[in-house]
């Protein structure tokens, strides 16, 4: 335990010895019982008669308060034992107080920031009973198809690990109502972004030196930081699923990194196993899970109906079955529900959305916010935005006056009541005699609300128009995955249709896009001036996208996933290899041509890539020093470089820092986030930004797949985002060299 947060793989003597005083009390059955959890809905009326015998050790998904007390009192009070439940709840970004989608957070890169929202969330969820957040999701992704992209920090695995360590300190929090612990889940373990065309629950096909450097490294990161617990994933790793590969759940978890706590499978991941064709029968399944490291059979009821037969058996050893209930028995007593096994009724009305937490939400809306493009109308003119809040708008498009929409997937316990729409947000920016027109335009998918003629009337009448266009919260997350990543339904055509009335007149117009993920904005780039990139915003995302495009707040987000061209580049992400024949050099003349690596008809580079986002100021960087031009392997690097606010408003920055391993006994990347620093700037002011970074962590996987930093030189960068930036280099030299 630290100052703020739990710890939860730190092991105390004095529960080490009730664990195994409990332990030695149980029978086989009641030890498989630990092992076992279900929804509320398992079994009909039976689930109370099942926690009742002792076969039942936590549940999922109970939103009512009530309903887990009652549960609680039949475990605690009728079980021959009296072992509590562990309740678990998915709460992705946010209990009832909604925040953005995980991908918008974390395009704040503001961990603190993102640490306060993990731990209003799960102050909400103790106050309603929960004791374990199914979060957070730290899988890479690289693949925008995907949908559960929008659960995660994006295609970083540097920004993932430090965005991973802070919503585990958030949820993990001291102090959450009513004295309760909570313990994180990080998810989904391992490589479950890397799923093969973007299509959720696919094969993973990976070499074990991707898997370290890009796959594990948030996963550790979230362990180092005290998460109590773990959940595998659906997907395969080279022919093995994550439910029965011994080689992630032993040899890395428990082996490697020596890590004490509990493995969940995902829902029914165990029993999917035949489904994978790796085991015949469910009885199977249930063996190879426990021989590889599965602690909890989550609703794959192979545990519960095949584990007790198979020790007696003797296909499996009951001391596996020990381990993994003294790791759940452990989790129990850290978290104190034996002794404090109940919820008071009366809390969820004092702490669920309170107002501290919906200003919260507003905040993390307003600077998840990324501003793609803001041209001028005419040469030499001012941008597109800010608008003036006396303009006469159209406000048009299908997500302008949307409630439910912009609360995300996996908002479960979000209500379409406590959202500001975008309409909203603007009249109350705006105030009541504002000339605003409203028009939906178009459904968001089908041919119902049709009214193209309409907005383009009231584009034509106002000064400026701005269409919030998007997905709808269900086109991402679990099993949403696309394969076209346009504007779906009609969206398209309203734009283009209200882009050429505004034409017309030189009147400008703003795109304000709500979506799971990045999406293919070709032409919308080349005829709108400005572009919001707002995502699933939450409660409050109405009023942070009004005070960003009336000024009131300057954007500072930057993207965390790279938005393609066309889907045909996809996976396209910065830190990729350079090839034997780069793209940004000549190539090899052979038969009277170049050949590199390169597409016919379209870009190598991202629309908008790694780390890019504008603001209503701009920023200068000059006078970059590599301080330390020669490191040792056991020493600093130090860099540093000036930034310079050079315009007539207040601003935040997002400084980042990249290298290039420049030759390696493996291919290294073409760049590498190593560092981030958020500032704050008055006009015309400049800082200095230094970056210190441990030798240590510009390591990789070689060939005998052991971490370690190699001597040589380095390229560095201290840039605005992933393709810009001063550039430097260094070297690093042995120890008795420097």
């Known amino acids: 335990m630290n100052d703020s947060h739990y710890d939860f793989n730190h092991l105390d003597p004095e529960i080490e010895a009730q664990v195994e005083t409990l332990l030695a009390r149980m029978t086989l059955e009641e030890k498989v019982g630990q092992m076992n959890q279900v929804s509320p809905h398992w079994g009909g009326g039976e689930l109370e008669d099942a926690v009742r015998r002792g076969e039942v050790g936590s549940v999922l998904n109970v939103w009512s308060v009530e309903r887990i007390n009652q549960l609680q009192r039949v475990a605690v009070e009728k079980s021959r034992l009296g072992i509590p439940l562990i309740v678990g709840t998915d709460v992705i970004h946010g209990y009832r107080t909604i925040f953005p989608i995980p991908l918008a957070e974390a395009s704040t890169w503001d961990p603190d920031l993102l640490e306060r929202a993990a731990r209003a969330a799960a102050d909400e969820a103790a106050a309603t009973g929960t004791d374990w957040i199914f979060a957070p999701m730290v899988d890479v992704a690289r693949d925008p198809r995907w949908g559960r992209i929008a659960e995660g920090a994006g295609e970083d ?113 165990i029993g999917e196993l035949i489904q994978h064709g790796v085991a015949a029968d469910l009885k199977e399944a249930a063996r190879k899970a426990i021989l590889a490291g599965e602690d909890i059979d989550m609703m794959g009821h192979a545990f519960p109906k095949h584990l007790v037969e198979l020790v007696r058996e003797g296909q499996v050893p009951e001391a596996l079955i020990d381990a993994a209930v003294r790791r759940i028995l452990r989790l129990k007593f850290m978290l104190g529900i034996f002794e404090h096994p109940y919820t008071a009724e009366e809390l969820a009305s004092q702490v669920l959305l309170k107002p501290e937490y919906r200003d919260l939400a507003l905040e993390v809306a307003q600077k998840s916010i990324v501003l793609l493009k803001n041209a001028p109308l005419e040469d030499g003119g001012a941008p597109a935005l800010p608008l003036q809040s006396n303009a006469r708008i159209a406000l048009v498009g299908p997500l302008a006056d949307d409630r439910a929409e912009l609360l995300g997937c996996w908002a479960c316990a979000g209500r379409a009541e406590d959202v500001e729409t975008v309409l909203e947000g603007f009249r109350a920016v705006l105030g009541a005699g504002a000339d605003l027109t409203y028009v939906k335009g178009c459904a968001l998918e089908g041919d119902e609300d049709l009214d193209i003629e309409g907005a383009v009337a009231a584009a034509e009448a106002a000064d400026a128009a701005v269409v919030v266009l998007g997905e709808s919260a269900m086109m991402s997350g679990e099993a949403h995955s696309r394969a076209y990543l346009g504007l779906p339904g009609h969206q398209r055509a309203l734009l283009e249709a209200v882009v050429a009335a505004c034409a017309l007149e030189g009147k400008p117009v703003v795109v304000i896009l709500m979506s799971g993920r990045p999406l293919v904005l070709t032409w919308m780039k080349e005829h709108v001036p400005a572009i919001l990139q707002a995502w699933h915003g939450g409660i409050r995302a109405g009023r942070a996208v009004a ?192």
């Open 157 to 269: 695995p540097y920004l993932g690990s430090v965005l991973a360590r802070a919503r585990v300190r958030g949820f993990q929090s001291q102090g959450l109502a009513g004295g309760k612990k909570i313990v994180a889940c990080p998810k989904h373990y391992v490589a479950y972004g890397a799923a093969e065309g973007g299509k959720d629950y696919n094969t993973v096909d990976i070499s074990e030196r991707t898997l370290r450097d890009i796959y594990l490294p948030p996963f550790k990161a979230a362990l180092d930081e005290g998460a109590g617990s773990i959940m595998s994933s659906f997907n395969e790793i080279a022919g093995v699923p994550a439910s029965c590969n011994a080689f992630i759940l032993r040899q890395i978890l428990r082996e490697e990194f020596e890590w004490h706590g509990v493995v969940l499978s995902d829902y029914d991941a």
């Open 547 to 738: 005070d960003v495009v009336f000024g009131a707040v300057t954007p500072s987000g930057k993207l965390v996933a790279s938005f393609p061209r066309t889907e045909g580049q996809i996976p396209v992400y910065y830190a990729h290899k350079s090839t034997g024949r780069p793209v940004d050099e000549r190539g090899v003349i052979q038969f009277n041509r170049e050949h590199k690596s390169q597409y016919l008809d379209e870009s190598t580079l991202p629309l908008y890539g790694f780390g890019y986002g504008l603001s209503y100021t701009t920023f200068e960087y000059t006078d970059l020093a590599v301080q330390t031009p020669e490191v040792s392997m056991d020493g600093t690097l130090v860099v540093s470089a000036t930034v310079t606010n050079t315009g007539e408003r207040c601003g935040d920055e997002i400084v980042q820092l990249y290298i290039q391993d420049l030759v390696g006994e493996v291919t290294r990347p073409v760049r590498e986030l190593k560092g981030f620093q958020r500032i704050a700037l008055q006009p015309r002011e400049r800082q200095r930004v230094t970056f210190e970074v441990p030798v240590a962590n510009l390591g990789f996987h070689g060939l005998e797949m052991a971490y370690g930093v190699e001597v040589g030189n380095f390229k560095v960068w201290i840039a605005p985002h992933a393709y810009a930036g001063l550039e430097g280099r260094f070297t690093v030299v042995g120890s008795d060299e420097s």
